[in-house]
């Protein structure tokens, strides 16, 4: 929605100039309405019309920058156990959901993950992913595929697609690790469904 708060966030974080001469402009326009009383009432009702009406380019734009659809950034590429793997940041303006798509359609092709958070010492205490996603202060693991032992982050002995959630002090970041190949391919099929409103995924 183009009001919403997440929308003006997008506005002012990536355009920063674009939103203070909207912000200028919607002010001075509604100060212009405080005129219309006066012997040029008219005059300013007009002024001030035309500067609210030159802001909804902008809230418009902001709108639909808001809807930025899910990335996964490559972030780094790294040799072990004789092959590259590849991690990814994921970005989308509401992590939750998307996460939750994702795991669904990885599921779907893999079958059930490993789940797990990772406690203070290292240890890995089986979870759900609804918990894995509502602890706000634990790291959680969650594999696919994955034929080694569970472990904190994949190491040599690991394959399959892992998603690794850190907390932050609002929030969590996600990152997906794969070996490259057919593993980073199907991940980034995913994603891609995710992009397409007429996907399966795209509409969980």
Known sequence: MPFSAPAL??????????????LVRGLLGVAA?????GPFGVVFAGIGA????????????????????????????SVIGGGIREAYELTAEELGPVVL????ALTAEYSSP????????????????EDALGQGDQVAMVAWGNPGP?????????????????????????QFVADSGTLA????RVFEGLTDPSSPEASR
């Not at 309405?33 to 009383?37: P, T, Y």
């Not at 569970?150 to 996600?174: E, F, K, N, Q, Y």
């Open 33 to 37: 309405f405080g005129f219309i009383a």
């Open 9 to 22: 966030r997008w506005l002012w974080r990536n355009h920063p100039r674009r939103a203070k001469f909207a």
């Open 50 to 77: 035309a500067l609210l009406l030159s802001v909804l380019p902008s809230i418009r734009d902001a709108g639909r920058g808001a809807l930025e659809p899910p990335y996964l950034l490559l972030s780094t590429k």
């Open 114 to 129: 490993t789940i797990a958070l990772v406690s203070a010492t290292g240890a890995l205490v089986p979870a759900s992913l």
């Open 185 to 188: 391919t199907s991940l980034k």
């Open 101 to 104: 798509a994702a795991c669904d």
């Open 150 to 174: 569970p472990t904190s982050w994949p190491d040599d002995r690991s394959h399959g697609i892992w998603l690794r959630l850190d907390p932050l002090v609002d929030g969590w970041t996600a």
